[in-house]
């Protein structure tokens, strides 16, 4: 159990054009996600808390009207990013908390990344 | 100075030894200690998960945190080809909150 998922798995855009990533939990309910953004060789960095039915949090310096987020039902959270440029370019990674009363709801599960190239 | 410290390595170690992982830490507030492996171009995956101070193991595995010191590791023992990956501490301050990552060590374990 515990499977998050993410769609597309990697996408090559051109400079100016939106592209949604979507994160979904599987096999339970997430009423909140978070959004990561990983660069080469380096950490993951949180861009934003994503609350089912409410506003997403954002992290200081994480433009929030370039990188929307809409978390519109228990199992999926959607990222766009905005008028896309080759600095956007990186490793999108999503994670899910287990809110269906499991006991896990201390984790985070996290999906495969999402690779953005932005040309 | 960055909130969880991690030295980015690469380790290289030969297969069957004793790897030790560690990362130093500034917020005293952090209560929850994780360790994570990512393989290249993956999303990370848990290996091990603590609450405040103290040593828990799972298999191959053993994690410790010291708080006094702010100090966490992990410990792979009999290593195998198949840990080379990047391993990646967090923290948290509560359960379910926020993590926030050390850059993460590449590990290569060679035959």
């Known amino acids: 159990g515990a499977v998050v998922s993410q769609h597309p798995s990697w996408v090559i855009c051109k400079s100016g054009t939106s592209v949604k990533i979507e994160c979904r939990s599987l096999d339970f309910q997430a009423t909140t996600m978070f959004w990561y953004r990983q660069f080469p060789k380096q950490s993951l960095m949180l861009m934003a808390t994503?609350?089912?039915?409410?506003?997403?949090?954002?992290e200081q310096g994480v433009e929030k009207d370039k990188f929307l987020i809409n978390h519109a039902s228990l199992t999926l959270s959607t990222l766009t990013v905005t008028s896309a440029h080759p600095e956007d370019s990186s490793f999108y990674i999503c994670?899910?908390?287990?809110?269906?009363?499991?006991?896990?709801?201390?984790?985070?599960?996290f999906g495969p990344g999402t690779r953005l190239t932005v040309l | 100075q960055k909130e969880v410290e991690q030295d980015p390595g690469p380790l290289s170690v030969p297969e069957g030894a004793i790897v030790s992982l560690n990362c130093t830490y500034s917020n005293s507030a952090f209560q929850y200690f994780m360790w994570y492996r990512q393989y290249s171009r993956k999303g990370p995956e848990l290996l091990m998960y603590t609450y405040s101070s103290g040593n828990k193991e799972d298999g191959r595995f053993t994690a410790q945190v010291d708080k006094s010191s702010k100090y966490i590791s992990l410990f792979i023992r009999d290593s195998q080809p198949s840990d080379s990956a990047t391993y990646l501490c967090?923290?948290?301050?509560?359960?379910?909150?926020?993590?926030?990552f050390g850059t993460g060590t590449q590990l290569k374990v060679e035959l």
């Open positions: 967090a923290t948290s301050t509560g359960g379910g909150n926020k993590l926030t």
């Open positions: 994670s899910a908390r287990d809110s269906t009363g499991t006991g896990r709801d201390n984790e985070q599960f």
């Open positions: 994503s609350n089912e039915g409410s506003k997403a949090t954002y």
